[in-house]
């Protein structure tokens, strides 16, 4: 934790690298329980992004230190308000609009917990079946789809554009689909050949992954693609949870069947409003990476320092970001269900 402590100072200061070669040897047998093994995890893959990208993308490790394979409050309590009881455990250089980043990002989760619960009544109410119970779940779930929406919004008051762009996205970036590291990394004791992994991805969250099985959404066979392997970098439960979804009674199926019309109409309800976050999620694209990027390009232009180039239009988990979010979009509206007869 000492090193996870300090890694905003150590990478700004290039003295990461040599701070991780010297740490001894971890024995992942010492930590007890789920939560310290959690943490575990976020404090060595936290190191991780930091020991690759200290030097920016022209110079990334290939290499990993074979420690880092084995094997915290430190928040600038300044401008920005969240709840007291949230904060980050580890930061990288990019400032408040970082720690934005991350507690903005927590606080989309959270707002979707209603909607994993409605989403559970409403699979019950298909079993028993519950016209009744059903609509009230739709309802709801709309309604929950709309929070993470407003949610989302806080991002703009928090994060700066041009920091996301210039800092923060190298160490949200992993050696898959990343031309900074086409080979991919050597994890020492591991393995001799490259692997490849994804950076940081909103794809990675379980949330409208379950939304998407139980509305019955199809995307594209590229989209899904890159979805399904997203699911890879889920917790092993929530995986579980999401296939169990697929596997469940077709709503569609049930409301088309059942010729009732309120529930088609909710149903639809909460497509629109999935649409309308995704709609809402290229906004912040277009504005966080899109237009950050034209406007590093233009001061590259005029010879002024740039920011990292390798992924100037992908998302942090390397697809075409842009063509990628239109096209779950797309779906997601084509969707819509009409009435039978």
């Given at each position: 934790m000492?090193?996870?402590k300090k890694l905003p100072h150590l990478i700004e200061s290039h003295q990461l690298r040599a701070h991780v070669n010297k740490m001894p040897l971890l024995n992942c047998q010492f930590l007890k329980g789920y939560r310290e093994q959690r943490l575990a995890h976020l404090v060595l893959s936290s190191i991780t992004m930091g020991y690759v990208w200290q030097e920016g993308e022209t110079q990334p490790i290939e290499c990993d230190n074979e420690y880092l394979q084995h094997s915290v409050l430190p928040s600038n309590h300044v401008t920005i308000f969240f709840p007291s009881n949230l904060d980050t455990i580890i930061l990288f250089p990019g400032g408040e609009s970082l720690r934005g980043f991350i507690l903005v990002t927590v606080l989309v989760e959270k707002a979707a917990v209603p909607g994993i619960k409605a989403l559970v009544q409403a699979m019950h109410a298909v079993l028993q079946p519950s016209q009744d119970a059903l609509l009230k779940a739709l309802q709801q779930l709309k309604l929950c789809i709309q929070d993470i929406t407003r949610t989302l919004g806080q991002m703009h008051d928090y994060v700066d554009p041009d920091i996301f762009y210039a800092v923060i996205r190298i160490f949200l970036s992993g050696w898959k689909d990343n031309p900074a590291m086409p080979r991919g990394l050597i994890y020492e004791g591991i393995s001799k050949e490259p692997l490849k992994?994804?950076?940081?991805?909103?794809?990675?969250?379980?949330?409208?992954?379950?939304?998407?099985?139980?509305?019955?959404?199809?995307?594209?066979?590229?989209s899904a693609d890159f979805l399904y392997r997203m699911r890879d970098y889920m917790p092993p439960s929530h995986k579980a949870f999401i296939e169990e979804i697929h596997a469940a009674p077709s709503l569609r199926d049930f409301i088309l069947s059942s010729g009732h019309g309120h529930c088609l109409t909710a149903y639809n309800q909460c497509l629109e409003a999935l649409a309308e976050l995704r709609s809402y999620h290229i906004t912040m694209v277009t504005r966080y990476l899109i237009t950050a990027a034209a406007r590093a390009r233009s001061r590259r232009l005029n010879h002024l320092p740039g920011p990292p180039q390798?992924?100037?239009?992908r998302g942090t988990g390397g697809t075409a970001a842009l063509s990628f979010l239109k096209n779950v979009r797309d779906k997601t509206l084509e969707a819509t269900l009409h009435p039978r007869g």
């Open positions: 000492e090193i996870a992994y994804s950076g940081g991805s909103a794809a990675q969250s379980s949330v409208l992954h379950a939304f998407d099985e139980f509305l019955g959404i199809r995307h594209s066979k590229e390798a992924l100037e239009d």
